[in-house]
């Protein structure tokens, strides 16, 4: 079945990396655009970065701007979050998303599990 | 970036109530609003697309209405499976997601 599954996250202190993995399966990865999507504990959501289909066009929040970097291996059906000079308040579940529809009117209608990252020293 | 508020942030209600579920947008967004349910522990959950679309799957009890500004996620006949936190969406610009909206059992 059309399924995301995250992984790489854990404990890590403050100024260290992280790199998070999400392995799609039951749908042609290459053809949709994929995002990240945090929640700090007890929070709400907050959208983290997108890359397109192909690759070619990525965007983040200002929050991980020049810290984070998404990309994907579409031979590997899987999308990544790097992660760098982690703060505490990049404490969160990263999600990953598939992007369904098209321009701005756009949706994330396949949603991982989540992984578990918490910056702590 | 386009602040997204929805009220109320929490509600509580019965079984077989109608709920409605408020998200105001600070500007113009058009239709590009999404609705999401989330239950502890789980990843969110497609509702409702491009303000009124209903996702493949999702229970006709669900509707959404709306454009410009103002919009709203009505659950009419509420289930003990509804109980679970409500998040809008929009996609006009940078995406951001509202507060959310905890549907609690009255």
């Known amino acids: 079945q059309v399924q995301l599954v995250e992984s790489g996250g854990g404990v890590v202190q403050p100024g260290r990396s992280l790199r998070l993995s999400c392995v799609a399966s039951?749908?042609?990865?290459?053809?949709?655009?994929m995002h990240w999507v945090r929640q700090a504990p007890g929070k709400g959501l907050e959208w983290v970065a997108v890359?397109?289909?192909?690759?070619?066009?990525?965007y983040y929040a200002d929050s991980v701007k020049g810290r984070f970097t998404i990309s994907r291996d579409n031979s590997k059906n899987t999308l990544y979050l790097q992660m760098n000079s982690l703060r505490a308040e990049d404490t969160a579940v990263y999600y990953c998303?598939?992007?369904?529809?098209?321009?701005?009117?756009?949706?994330?209608?396949?949603w991982g599990q989540g992984t578990l990252v918490a910056v702590s020293s | 970036d386009i602040q997204m508020t929805q009220s109320p942030s929490s509600l509580s209600a019965s079984v077989g109530d109608r709920v409605t579920i408020t998200c105001r947008a600070s500007?113009?967004?058009?239709?590009?609003l999404n609705w999401y349910q989330q239950k502890p522990g789980k990843g969110p959950k497609l509702l409702i697309f491009?303000?009124?679309s209903l996702q493949s799957g999702v229970p006709s009890r669900f509707s959404g209405s709306g454009s410009g500004t103002d919009f709203t996620l009505t659950i009419t006949s509420l289930q003990p499976d509804d109980f679970a936190t409500y998040y809008c969406?929009?996609?006009?610009?940078?995406?951001?997601f509202g507060q959310g909206t905890k549907v609690e059992i009255k």
């Open positions: 998303a598939r992007e369904a529809g098209g321009s701005s009117s756009y949706y994330l209608d396949i």
């Open positions: 039951g749908f042609t990865f290459r053809s949709f655009g």
């Open positions: 890359i397109w289909y192909d690759g070619n066009n990525k």
């Open positions: 500007q113009f967004i058009n239709n590009y």
């Open positions: 491009a303000a009124s």
């Open positions: 969406q929009q996609t006009y610009s940078t995406p951001t």
